[in-house]
């Protein structure tokens, strides 16, 4: 199985390339790392004890962090290397960590690529954010004797029936892994359902969970409401196509009861603001982007974030969020962002990614779930025009986050005999 595994990568390498130019039209930074891709780079030093920590994107970076802040505080000896996909998740690599870790684009699950990658790299341990199977990787690292464990690991039900049509290669890969750090019983038993070894796997929580935001954040996110000169305003981030111009429709409706209210729209991906700064404009909106500096007056309507880094500021400067990816069937986006500011939630009805966690926040009364633009300028209403309840709602969402802190330590323990 893993030779036809690997022959129909082989042979989708041409059109993994062609995709990474199409993406390269819209972000030039996916012209860059095509050999770290293929598992080529500068060897790292031998002498090191390397823990290898891959994270695809911005959401898994952003989960990291709690780990990683411990291990460069209380294990300094280690030398941390983060690999991601996305561009985006290199860019907040840097942002989150400056020079305190190495960053390497992820290889594709080659054979020969995963070899070259793990001689230049020569990890000491492999810890994978999320729910990320490779089998070739997982292989070699096994064949190598370096451990590898998922951490904050989650499986949806959707993805669990697809892995499950290719039950006993899906099981012989989990086998490989040390350790799976479940998000919830329901994550850890869907994980042995496919195979995996029932002592390998554990619950340790949603590190997200952990995430404290600086106090500086808060003064910044103060200094951003000022700018914005206390304007009743509400955000909705995280957006994808197609949930855009929802969003803009409610705001017509928005406006009607709050003439005076400010959108902040923060794509998922930066390189669509330019996109989406025109549709709000052809929706008679008077729009400015962020990076644009400058622009920004009282008659401005839509303000689009196109930065990456700076979310939790406009969080923290709203007075209502919106979390995208919901209203479409992409599973939900961070909810605990906004959650731990204190801000009121509201999200669309596709959340299998933060399954758990929106029902807690949602029992706790800090998130609304809507359904349409009528229903989301409804609530978006309600909620400007009555400060009492937003700050019942926002310590409500707070309540949560403190409830269930503790992950770190428990995927610490987990790890325990992992560490070289």
Not at 247 to 276: C, D, M, T, Y
Not at 286 to 291: A, E, L, N, V
Not at 332 to 337: F, K, R, S, T
Not at 364 to 374: D, I, Q, W
Request: proline share 5%; glycine share 8%.
């Amino acid at each position: 199985m893993y030779f036809i595994y690997s022959l129909v990568l082989y042979l989708a390498v041409p059109l993994v390339l062609l995709r990474l130019l199409w993406l390269s039209l819209k972000n030039p930074a996916y012209l860059y790392g095509w050999g770290q891709r293929f598992g080529y780079g500068a060897p790292l030093n031998r002498n090191a004890s390397v823990i290898w920590i891959h994270a695809v994107s911005v959401g898994e970076v952003q989960a990291a962090k709690p780990l990683v802040d411990h291990l460069l505080r209380q294990r300094p000896r280690y030398s941390l290397l983060i690999s991601t996909v996305t561009p985006t998740g290199a860019q907040t690599v840097r942002q989150l960590f400056n020079d305190t870790v190495q960053h390497r684009y992820f290889p594709y699950d080659l054979p020969g690529t995963v070899n070259r990658y793990l001689e230049r790299i020569h990890p000491a341990l492999v810890l994978i954010m999320e729910t990320e199977i490779w089998p070739n990787l997982y292989r070699h690292c096994r064949r190598r004797r370096i451990p590898v464990a998922l951490v904050n690991a989650r499986l949806s039900e959707k993805s669990q029936r697809g892995y499950r049509r290719l039950r006993s290669f899906t099981g012989a890969t989990l086998r490989c892994l040390s350790r799976i750090g479940a998000q919830s019983s329901a994550d850890a038993e869907r994980f042995l359902s496919l195979g995996a070894v029932p002592a390998s796997v554990c619950v340790t929580g949603n590190l997200k969970f952990d995430i404290n935001q600086p106090h500086s954040v808060i003064e910044a996110g103060e200094v951003k409401r000022r700018f914005f000169t206390g304007r009743p305003t509400w955000i909705a981030a995280s957006t994808h196509a197609g949930e855009e111009e929802a969003v803009l429709e409610a705001f017509k409706q928005v406006l009607h009861e709050h003439r005076n209210s400010l959108l902040i729209l923060a794509p998922r991906h930066p390189e669509r603001a330019q996109g989406v700064t025109e549709l709000a404009r052809r929706e008679g909106f008077q729009t400015i982007r962020h990076s644009d500096n400058d622009g920004y007056s009282e008659q401005t309507r839509v303000y689009v974030l196109d930065t990456l880094g700076e979310l939790p500021v406009f969080y923290a400067a709203a007075d209502v969020s919106f979390v995208g990816g919901s209203l479409i069937p992409a599973g939900g986006h961070n909810i605990l962002e906004p959650a731990s500011l204190g801000v009121p939630i509201i999200c669309g009805p596709h959340l299998y990614n933060f399954h758990e966690a929106a029902e807690l926040l949602n029992e706790a009364g800090a998130l609304t779930l809507v359904s349409t633009p009528v229903e989301l300028a409804g609530r978006v209403n309600r909620l400007l025009e009555n400060a009492n309840l937003r700050h019942m709602l926002g310590q409500s969402g707070r309540q949560v986050m403190r409830e269930n802190q503790g992950t770190l330590q428990r995927v610490l323990d987990a790890l325990q005999d992992l560490w070289p």
